[in-house]
């Protein structure tokens, strides 16, 4: 089985999609409710260019029902080939997006998405931002989810500090997000509060 | 197993379902619509719980279902026999073996550690339906964390009652925003909301699922002159003598004769085993 170099829209989709999606979402769930902890996660080899971390992320949460928004370093016409084949999720804008992908430099700026209303605060996009690793923490985070403190490394640290941050005070709205890197991914909700890590 | 898809469900509504427990997690306490199903067992027989645990299990899981404390009850076991049949997993009577637990209107004695997933039924998700029956209303409550009329129903408790009577699904804010239910858990299990495991609340019939993530901050409202109280029966367990669990009460003729044990029936076991004896109850864990 090919697994570095998948070009074929039809294949690097779950080998068994109620097994491999249930431990995707178990993955996915423990990221999102432990905020800094990195979960291995695997079962999707998508198109060149994106980790198995966001490919198995997207087929196990995006469906028909789900706008994918593909920032411009992540969009190609194999990953939209890819997607509308394993998932029949369409491609929208970043304003109407559900999910959106791509590096951190790409998704920006983070006002474009949106951050559900006040009544339903879960109507927000949540961004799967592509790193090349988890190198060091630079980040300090606290808040539900975490025993005490917990670190993480954010990309293009003191911006997306600052704007990581500035989601976080609009708190019970707000974007999510899920860092991919490889077969790794980490989460950060809204309602984790960060700071510089000294 | 048979011929179901891995755990009942469709791919496509676990995938909804999971999408709302993201939610439902990156906002602790916030009620996320979800799009629920009818599912082969009647509503308020936990057919919002069965959904996120369906919703959550792997085949690598291990599943212990209690139903008021209790793994014997039919509710337990017909939903433990549900996920044995579609999901071939593995189950369990054990708290420490499991690695979800599903449950009814009790939280387990023993405490949860971060391996864990406690899936809670709920009936009413919304605390203030009884107060303001309005959905577009608590919404808005919710939105504008307008919570003075929770506070004022507490007040009447006591203006009637001396103390606040409330004894189950006793209100809590979570992380200092939102007011949430417990769901129908004795007042008792409060405290315990604040655990090392991921808590997961579905509501079929209201079509609601909200979550708490290990170690969320979650406060029962109360007043300072009249602070929060974990009240249970003032006995020890008559079979393993547990002076800490909480206690069901059990009529044992009309001479007015009665015992009290725990309702945690894991929990009651396992103290037996260890050689804990209570007032009626001998070594071998009968009641003599």
């Known amino acids: 089985m090919s697994v570095e170099n998948n070009t074929n829209s039809f294949g690097g989709g779950f080998a068994s999609p109620p097994i491999d999606a249930a431990h995707g979402f178990r993955a996915a769930m423990n990221a999102m409710a432990r905020p800094g902890t990195i979960q291995a996660i695997t079962g999707a080899v998508p198109p060149a260019g994106i980790s198995a971390a966001a490919g198995t992320l997207l087929l196990t949460l995006c469906d028909p029902e789900t706008g994918v928004y593909l920032a411009p370093d992540a969009d190609s016409v194999a990953l939209r080939e890819w997607l509308a084949f394993h998932t029949g999720a369409p491609i929208v804008s970043a304003d109407a997006a559900d999910f959106a992908l791509g590096s951190w430099a790409a998704l920006m700026p983070l006002d474009q998405y949106r951050i559900g209303t006040a009544e339903y605060p879960d109507r927000s996009t949540t961004l799967i931002v592509e790193m090349a690793d988890f190198g060091t923490a630079n980040a300090s985070l606290s808040g539900p989810g975490i025993k005490d403190v917990a670190t993480l490394a954010l990309p293009d640290a003191a911006a997306c500090l600052a704007a990581c941050q500035g989601n976080a005070m609009l708190y019970p709205l707000g974007v999510d997000f899920f860092f991919t890197s490889g077969s790794e991914l980490a989460a950060l909700p809204r309602s984790t509060k960060i700071s510089a890590k000294d | ?288």
């Open chain 2, 1 to 288: 197993m048979d011929d179901y898809n891995f755990a009942y469900l469709d791919e496509q509504t676990k995938r909804m379902i999971r999408r709302a427990i993201l939610k439902g997690l990156a906002v602790p306490g916030y009620q996320v619509p979800f799009a629920s199903r009818e599912m082969p067992m009647p509503y308020g027989w936990g057919t919002g719980g069965v959904q996120v645990s369906a919703a959550t299990l792997t085949p690598k899981d291990t599943l212990k279902v209690i139903d008021q404390g209790a793994d014997d009850t039919t509710n337990a076991v017909s939903i433990r026999k549900f996920f044995e049949r579609t999901a071939g997993v593995a189950t369990t009577e054990e708290t420490t073996k499991a690695s979800i637990i599903q449950t009814r209107h009790r939280i387990p004695e023993a405490d949860l550690t971060e391996d864990q997933i406690l899936v809670y039924q709920v009936p009413i998700p919304e605390p203030l339906r009884f107060l303001e029956p309005r959905e577009t209303e608590t919404r808005k409550m919710h939105s504008l964390e307008e919570y003075g009329l929770m506070h004022v129903k507490l007040y009447e408790d006591i203006s009637q009652h001396g103390d606040i009577a409330t004894s189950y699904a006793y209100p809590v804010k979570v992380e200092d925003r939102y007011v949430m239910d417990p769901s129908p858990i004795p007042k008792f299990d409060n405290p315990k909301l604040e655990m090392a495991a991921i808590q997961l609340f579905g509501a079929g019939r209201e079509q609601r699922i909200y979550a708490v993530p290990p170690y969320t901050k979650v406060v029962s409202l109360d007043f300072e002159d009249y602070p929060f109280e974990a009240s249970k029966a003032d006995h020890p367990c008559d079979l393993c003598g547990s002076e800490h669990s909480y206690l069901d009460e059990v009529i044992l003729d009309d001479a007015g004769n009665r015992m009290f044990v725990c309702s945690d029936t894991d929990y009651c076991r396992s103290r037996r085993a260890e050689g804990h004896v209570g007032r009626l109850g001998d070594s071998e864990g009968e009641a003599a």
